[in-house]
């Protein structure tokens, strides 16, 4: 049955599904952006578990607001881009 699927893609279609995962990624589709990175980083570790929102040490004491969450997504997003 793999033998059929690999004929019926082509290259080309493999290009344009990542293509559309990237972007539904980076529209902040949580499934897509976590297969992506599976796929570019492997599977998460308890060792490389980091976490998203940031803490008392990333934001210096200052309280979570819109603006110091935008930007740590913004920086995310710019390692997102790099990796892959």
């Given at each position: 049955m793999r033998a059929a699927f690999l004929d019926a893609v082509s290259d080309d279609d493999i290009a344009e599904i990542v293509a559309g995962m990237i972007s539904a990624a980076k529209s902040g589709d949580?499934?897509?952006a976590k297969l992506l990175l599976e796929r570019c980083l492997g599977k998460v570790t308890a060792a490389d578990n980091v976490p998203?929102?940031?803490?008392e040490s990333d934001s210096q004491n200052e309280p979570v607001t819109a603006a110091n969450l935008a930007e740590h997504k913004r920086r995310l997003i710019e390692e997102i881009n790099s990796i892959c």
């Open positions: 949580v499934p897509a998203l929102v940031p803490d």
